[in-house]
């Protein structure tokens, strides 16, 4: 069965230093693998995803993730965090269900804060 | 804005009470889902419809959960005899047709947060 595991619930960087929110994956085959992000009072947002193209995926907002089959790791950085980042983050992997759909399997989530 | 909507965005109810839930997908999209998400984990699949079928409900949807999609438009989700443990918010998606480009991503609503007492 696919499986996320975000290594950190909470993370926190101040303003203009580098975010590195972690995730660690399980699948039995090549999987699809995404970073959503909620703030507050919003629906969630899709920042980025890894289809089996390119390893290294760019996303909005400065955001990017690498993809590494030997770690089964989706890391995802950005090189300078601004304020409007604080939000939760979560790693997904895609399990393709025996309808032909893809069943989204969401990570627990890592809080992001930003200080000045 | 044509993303998907959900109504009301905030429900509180006492325990035993029936409520029901509205998602309004993307117009184009054929698939629907819905997900729970409870205070600090991430969201959980409950259910998807592929126009007005229901195709797959999780271990998650009690008896007491009902789902449908009768037009292959909008869906509804009802709760019957609310528990404290119902609380949580409650998430619809949708997504475009399989084979379509970004047919693998799906389009969050901004959900309906269910409080009860």
């Known amino acids: 069965a696919q499986s996320v595991t975000q290594l950190d619930s909470h993370v926190s960087v101040s303003e203009g230093t580098p975010v590195l929110l972690r995730c660690n994956y399980s699948?039995?085959?090549?999987?699809?693998l995404f970073w959503y992000v909620q703030h507050p009072n919003k629906g969630l947002q899709l920042l980025l995803k890894?289809?089996?193209?390119?390893?290294l995926v760019k996303g909005i907002n400065g955001f990017e993730a690498e993809f590494k089959k030997s770690e089964t790791s989706f890391h995802l950085t950005k090189p300078s965090a601004h304020m409007s980042d604080a939000a939760e983050y979560f790693c997904?992997?895609?399990?393709?269900?025996?309808?032909?759909?893809?069943?989204?399997?969401f990570g627990a989530g890592t809080r992001l804060a930003v200080h000045p | 804005d044509t993303g998907v909507s959900q109504d009301p965005r905030h429900k509180i109810t006492k325990r035993g009470q029936n409520v029901t839930f509205r998602c309004d997908p993307i117009s184009e999209h054929n698939r629907l889902y819905w997900y729970r998400q409870t205070l600090g984990q991430g969201p959980e699949f409950l259910t998807y419809f592929q126009n007005e079928a229901q195709l797959e409900k999780s271990r998650l949807l009690s008896d007491r959960f009902s789902a449908e999609r009768p037009k292959g438009s909008f869906s509804t989700l009802e709760i019957q005899r609310t528990e404290q443990g119902d609380s949580a918010m409650y998430l619809c998606?949708?997504?475009?047709?399989?084979?379509?480009?970004?047919?693998?991503?799906?389009?969050f609503g901004p959900g309906t947060r269910l409080t009860v007492l």
């Open positions: 699948s039995s085959y090549s999987p699809s």
């Open positions: 998606a949708s997504s475009t047709p399989p084979g379509t480009s970004g047919s693998n991503e799906q389009f």
């Open positions: 997904v992997v895609s399990d393709l269900a025996s309808g032909g759909y893809n069943k989204l399997i």
């Open positions: 890894y289809t089996s193209a390119a390893t």
